[in-house]
C-alpha cells in the first residue's frame, strides 16, 4: 500500500486519520507519518492499516499496467 493509496482509501470510506488509527491500532502520528511520507513505517503497521481499510470496504487494486489504486468493494453481496 502506498501512502496515496491510504489517502484515496480513506476518503472513500469518509474515515479520518484518526478513525483509521485506531482501527489500526496505533497512534495518530503512524498514520499522519506514513500518508505525508515523513517516515518509514514499518511493514507490519502499513499491514495492519492497509487490513483495517480493507475490513472497512476498500479494495487494493495492484500495479496492472495503469497504475495502483483503491476502490469500494461491492457491498450488495456477501463476497
Not at 51 to 74: K, P, S, Y
Amino acid at each position: 500500500m502506498t501512502p496515496a493509496q491510504c489517502r484515496a482509501a480513506r476518503a472513500l470510506l469518509e474515515m479520518t486519520q484518526p478513525e483509521l488509527a485506531a482501527a489500526a491500532g496505533f497512534g495518530l502520528s503512524t498514520i499522519v507519518d506514513f500518508e505525508k511520507e515523513r517516515r518509514v513505517v514499518s511493514e507490519t503497521a502499513q499491514a495492519r492499516m492497509k487490513e483495517a481499510l480493507e475490513n472497512a470496504g476498500i479494495a487494493f487494486i495492484q500495479e496492472n499496467g495503469g497504475g495502483v489504486g483503491v476502490r469500494l468493494r461491492d457491498r450488495s453481496s456477501n463476497g
